[in-house]
């Protein structure tokens, strides 16, 4: 089975953007690749996590990726849409800054390896490899995630890491649980049926004229757009380890900051005033504390005074923790790093 990880790139694909059938190069796919220099200096502009596949002339597994995985039309859009893709000959004769070090070439024999492919793939140099970089901290001129995946990517195996790339997932999780939960999220049969226990209330429904409530309030900021938030909403919060516990101690909101309805929210009326500037609602970015990160955890409590925003995805076992740290009040009297400590 077929899943296009982006909603926007299924938009456009559906209403016909790429109507006309493009050929692939047999080279390169159907991925716009650019020098690894450029795509550096492109980053100080405007940051965007970087692609980064490592090839050889004579490998036939990495012809192979380009023309499959890097041909398939919306997964190419997706990554030309939101990376710096970047093609690099492992075995080049090129000089390359990177990071503010020099790399050049290991020697001029035909297939020997170039430095930076030795640096970046820790002196395992197998082809394809692929590397996933985001965060770029000037300070440390370091990348926050540096993610390699050795071997032949199929389209399975690529999606779950563009999202963890992209969505900043890396943030709150390890890769190998978050793909495990991608998996789940979007090719087990049996979720929708296990969600069926889960009770979500629209943000009206919670918040409107109601001033307080006998449980916490968790709201889920997200939206159908965020592959991440799709996957948090689908499992993290069934986690039986999470539900058991939450679903005693909160009321659950599912709040999509496009939400159009007005709300009556502590004798306030927040609106979302839909405009290009400002598309989300008012109460979402409260809640979000004015930074909208997708997806968010806003907790409050029975008077529903906010306690904290949580951005980005968070595993069950994290979000356990967290809920069982504002559920138990335990944040009265202990800081979250004395209480992350001790391991409740």
């Not at 090129?94 to 640096?119: M, N, Q, R």
Request: a neutral charge.
């Amino acid at each position: 089975m077929r899943f296009i990880i982006s909603i926007l790139t299924f938009l456009l694909l559906s209403v016909g953007c790429m109507a006309q059938a493009v050929t692939p190069d047999p080279v390169n796919g159907l991925v716009k690749w650019i020098p690894l220099e450029q795509a550096m200096e492109l980053n100080k502009k405007t940051q965007k996590p970087i692609l980064l596949d490592f090839y050889t002339d004579w490998c036939g597994w990495c012809k192979h990726m380009m023309k499959t995985t890097y041909s398939e039309p919306d997964l190419a859009q997706y990554i030309n849409n939101y990376f710096y893709p970047v093609k690099f000959n492992a075995e080049g004769k090129d000089t390359i800054e990177f990071l503010g070090k020099t790399y050049k070439p290991t020697s001029a024999a035909p297939k020997a390896p170039h430095e930076l492919a030795v640096k970046l793939l820790n002196g395992s140099l197998s082809y394809p490899s692929t590397i996933f970089m985001n965060g770029y901290d000037a300070e440390k001129n370091e990348f926050r995630l540096n993610m390699l995946a050795a071997g032949y990517l199929d389209r399975q195996k690529i999606e779950p890491m563009l999202v963890f790339t992209l969505e900043n997932v890396f943030r709150n999780s390890e890769y190998n649980e978050f793909a495990a939960r991608f998996e789940e999220a979007f090719r087990d049969s049996t979720l929708e049926k296990r969600s069926e226990k889960l009770k979500w209330l629209t943000p009206k429904e919670a918040f409107h004229n109601v001033t307080n409530s006998k449980k916490k309030t968790l709201v889920l900021i997200n939206t159908d757009w965020c592959n991440s938030c799709r996957v948090m909403k689908r499992t993290s919060f069934i986690d039986e380890a999470v539900f058991g516990y939450a679903d005693t101690t909160y009321r659950f909101v599912d709040f999509n900051p496009e939400y159009r309805d007005s709300i009556n929210f502590q004798g306030q009326l927040l609106i979302n005033p839909a405009q290009p500037q400002m598309p989300f609602h008012q109460l979402a970015m409260a809640l979000a504390k004015n930074n909208m990160v997708l997806p968010t955890v806003a907790l409050l409590d029975e008077n529903n005074q906010l306690l904290d925003a949580i951005p980005f995805y968070l595993s069950p076992a994290v979000l356990r923790k967290i809920l069982y740290y504002y559920g138990e009040d335990i944040y009265k009297t202990k800081s979250w790093n004395e209480y992350s400590i001790n391991n409740y």
